[in-house]
């Protein structure tokens, strides 16, 4: 068991060191841009549910 280890570490080690040899220096990725902040929604004051696309609330009161 312990020997099948060391060979499969072994057998990745080889790997990486061949992949160094073929790609020396890959090109770093380019951060992401920031994303657009969403707007915060707005909550009805007598019922407090969430207001979409700033429409008015339809519960008449009855918070």
Partial sequence: ???II????????VLG???KLRFPKMPKMPKMKSRK??????KCPKCGR????GEKCN?????
């Fill in 37 to 42: 902040k969403v707007q915060a929604t707005e």
């Fill in 17 to 19: 060191m061949f992949g």
């Fill in 50 to 53: 969430f207001n979409l696309a």
């Fill in 59 to 63: 519960c008449k009161g009855r918070g």
């Fill in 6 to 13: 060391t060979l499969f570490l072994i057998f990745i080690l």
């Fill in 1 to 3: 068991m312990v020997k």
